[in-house]
């Protein structure tokens, strides 16, 4: 994939206490970024730097107050009608809460099959099996989210993500509410899929992860992409000095 | 002990209680006089189930109607229902039967006194309904909503796929409460001459002057509706159950 995105301003109203607003506060401030031709982007940077504003404006669940973002030279649709129909191309995952609690793990797979790609009950339980095998949750297909571990429910939602074969998929911090053990099984899962040519944007703490998975870094701050390219330039040698102090706080040696 | 027996026991002492509340009163009790209009009796109460069916039906669409209206996003929209809301809420139901009917339905030429005391009554729960279903939308975490808008549903496959299968898990223990409250608030439909169970057990204590005897099967009369209802709740309450994540 290729992504441009120019002049990217995103603002929300500022609370004020009392459920009143006073003005807003501007979260992207004219962000601007270029990619080559790159499989994985990963954005990180400091927590409230604007990486899951710009991540949410990718998936198509936000609409900017202005600015332009074009993936392959397709710009984005301007219209919620036509972002629907954008997110139905794309998967997305969050930190959390993606499965609906009601349904088991696969009617939470067969959801989008049926409801929004129009494929049959049988159609769209023949799809998952396969997938559902390979990462070793076919045992659990049964199961609510509530008697899954937070480790399965998100390869349960990057699954669901995965199975209406999607262009590519955003994730924002998947494992950020995991415990450590689980932590790894969520990422070996993304590793393996990226691996296979996967596309992914993906907002995540875990440096190291990054750093394994990258093609190139943006490194979100103030609203700004102020510094970017690729992963071993980053690494290697930043040359924004804000960069190295954050590189410097989470890069354990 | 099994539920069943503990039941039971409470049921007995309760019965017990009454009992010597009832000894102590020096009271003519004259129940043939009463037998002889049990027909009556009968025909109040099916009217009574009648009109709270209908009025419970009636009265889950308008709360439905106004819940939505009042998280619509449309600040007239929402006046609109807020508005509806706090007038039915705040003014008693005997006052809205009396202008409801005499005034209202009589000034649009709405002369059925039966449909005008199920809309009136319809009106009345729907207020309440209105706030328990907004609550329970309310109560649905953003996140899901953002779940369902990222796989692609529609604003309304989200309220039917998502949001409403979860909301009715939380709302139906106070949508229960609110059916029964629906049913003995029927109650107050004699006072626009409606024929109901209360009506008929008024009149029947006109006649025989036997006040206990009229208004005790009335009593039961409620309890035989309104506990099947509570049951049904509870069943539904549990099939509905699930951990939440």
Same mark, same amino acid.
């Given at each position: 994939?290729?992504?441009? +995105?120019t002049?990217l301003? %995103?603002?929300?109203p500022?609370?004020?206490?009392g459920?009143r607003t006073?003005? $807003?506060v501007?979260?992207l401030?004219?962000?601007?970024l270029?990619?080559?031709?790159?499989g994985t982007l990963?954005?990180?940077?400091p /927590?409230?730097?604007g990486? $899951?504003?710009?991540?949410?404006?990718l998936? *198509?669940?936000?609409m900017p107050?202005?600015?332009?973002? =074009?993936?392959d030279?397709?710009p984005?649709?301007?219209?919620?009608? *036509?972002l629907?129909?954008y997110?139905?191309?794309?998967?997305?995952v969050?930190?959390?809460?993606?499965?609906?609690?009601h349904?088991?793990?696969?009617?939470?797979?067969?959801?989008?099959?049926?409801?929004?790609?129009?494929?049959?009950?049988a159609g769209?339980?023949?799809?998952?099996q396969?997938?559902?095998e390979?990462?070793?949750?076919?045992?659990? =297909?049964?199961?609510r989210?509530?008697?899954l $571990?937070?480790? %399965?429910?998100?390869?349960i939602?990057?699954?669901?993500a995965?199975? +209406? %074969?999607p262009r590519?998929?955003?994730?924002d911090?998947p494992? /950020?509410a995991?415990?450590?053990?689980?932590?790894?099984?969520?990422?070996?899962?993304?590793a393996?899929?990226r691996?296979?040519?996967?596309q992914?944007?993906?907002?995540?703490?875990?440096?190291a992860?990054?750093?394994?998975?990258?093609?190139?870094?943006?490194?979100?701050?103030?609203?700004?992409?102020?510094?970017?390219? $690729?992963?071993?330039?980053?690494?290697?040698?930043?040359?924004?000095?804000?960069?190295r102090a954050?590189?410097?706080?989470?890069?354990?040696? | 002990m099994?539920?069943?027996?503990?039941h039971?026991l409470?049921a007995? &002492?309760?019965?017990?209680?009454?009992?010597v509340?009832?000894?102590?009163?020096?009271?003519?009790?004259?129940?043939?006089?009463?037998?002889?209009?049990r027909?009556k009796?009968?025909?109040?109460?099916?009217?009574?189930v009648? &009109?709270?069916?209908?009025a !419970?039906?009636?009265?889950?669409l308008? @709360?439905?109607?106004?819940a939505l209206?009042?998280?619509?996003?449309?600040?007239l929209v929402e006046?609109?229902?807020?508005?509806y809301?706090?007038l039915?809420?705040?003014?008693?139901?005997?006052v809205?039967l !009396?202008? @409801?009917?005499y005034?209202?339905?009589?000034?649009?030429g709405?002369?059925?006194r039966?449909v005008?005391g &199920?809309?009136?009554l319809?009106?009345f729960?729907g207020?309440y309904?209105?706030?328990?279903?907004r609550? @329970?939308?309310?109560?649905?975490?953003?996140?899901?909503?953002d779940?369902?808008r990222a796989?692609g549903?529609?604003p309304?496959?989200s309220l039917?796929l &998502?949001? !409403?299968p979860?909301?009715v898990r939380?709302?139906?223990?106070?949508?229960?409460?609110?059916?029964?409250s629906?049913?003995?608030d029927?109650?107050?439909?004699?006072?626009?001459?409606?024929?109901?169970?209360?009506?008929?057990a008024?009149?029947?204590?006109?006649?025989?002057?036997?006040?206990?005897?009229?208004y005790?099967?009335?009593?039961a @009369?409620?309890?035989? !509706?309104?506990?099947?209802?509570?049951a049904l709740a509870?069943?539904?309450?549990?099939?509905?159950?699930y951990?939440?994540?």
């Amino acid at each position: 994939m290729n992504l441009v +995105v120019t002049d990217l301003v %995103q603002r929300f109203p500022a609370p004020a206490g009392g459920g009143r607003t006073a003005g $807003s506060v501007t979260v992207l401030d004219r962000l601007s970024l270029a990619t080559g031709e790159i499989g994985t982007l990963v954005l990180v940077g400091p /927590s409230g730097g604007g990486k $899951s504003t710009l991540l949410r404006i990718l998936a *198509g669940l936000d609409m900017p107050a202005a600015g332009d973002v =074009a993936f392959d030279g397709e710009p984005l649709p301007r219209d919620e009608e *036509g972002l629907r129909c954008y997110r139905r191309t794309v998967g997305t995952v969050f930190q959390a809460y993606n499965l609906f609690p009601h349904l088991t793990a696969m009617e939470n797979l067969l959801l989008p099959l049926v409801h929004v790609h129009g494929l049959t009950e049988a159609g769209a339980r023949a799809r998952v099996q396969a997938p559902l095998e390979r990462f070793r949750l076919a045992e659990h =297909a049964h199961k609510r989210p509530a008697e899954l $571990s937070g480790g %399965q429910k998100q390869r349960i939602a990057i699954l669901r993500a995965l199975v +209406v %074969q999607p262009r590519r998929l955003f994730l924002d911090e998947p494992t /950020s509410a995991l415990d450590p053990e689980m932590r790894a099984e969520v990422l070996e899962m993304i590793a393996e899929l990226r691996a296979e040519g996967r596309q992914f944007v993906l907002v995540t703490h875990e440096m190291a992860f990054a750093r394994r998975v990258a093609d190139e870094i943006a490194f979100v701050a103030d609203g700004r992409v102020t510094c970017g390219g $690729s992963t071993e330039a980053f690494f290697g040698r930043p040359a924004d000095p804000r960069v190295r102090a954050f590189l410097a706080t989470t890069l354990v040696p | 002990m099994p539920r069943w027996i503990a039941h039971l026991l409470v049921a007995m &002492v309760f019965a017990a209680a009454v009992a010597v509340a009832f000894s102590r009163v020096d009271y003519d009790w004259n129940w043939p006089a009463v037998w002889g209009y049990r027909r009556k009796f009968l025909q109040g109460w099916l009217v009574t189930v009648a &009109v709270s069916l209908s009025a !419970l039906v009636v009265s889950g669409l308008v @709360g439905s109607v106004a819940a939505l209206m009042l998280r619509s996003g449309n600040s007239l929209v929402e006046a609109a229902a807020r508005v509806y809301v706090e007038l039915i809420r705040g003014t008693p139901l005997l006052v809205q039967l !009396l202008i @409801g009917f005499y005034v209202v339905a009589t000034a649009v030429g709405l002369e059925n006194r039966y449909v005008a005391g &199920v809309l009136l009554l319809s009106l009345f729960s729907g207020a309440y309904m209105a706030e328990i279903f907004r609550g @329970g939308l309310d109560a649905i975490p953003r996140a899901q909503i953002d779940s369902g808008r990222a796989i692609g549903l529609t604003p309304w496959q989200s309220l039917r796929l &998502v949001v !409403l299968p979860q909301a009715v898990r939380l709302v139906l223990p106070a949508v229960a409460g609110q059916l029964v409250s629906l049913v003995k608030d029927s109650s107050l439909l004699s006072v626009i001459a409606i024929s109901e169970l209360t009506l008929n057990a008024q009149e029947v204590n006109a006649f025989t002057y036997s006040t206990l005897e009229s208004y005790l099967p009335l009593a039961a @009369g409620y309890l035989m !509706l309104t506990l099947p209802l509570s049951a049904l709740a509870r069943w539904l309450e549990h099939r509905f159950r699930y951990e939440i994540a």
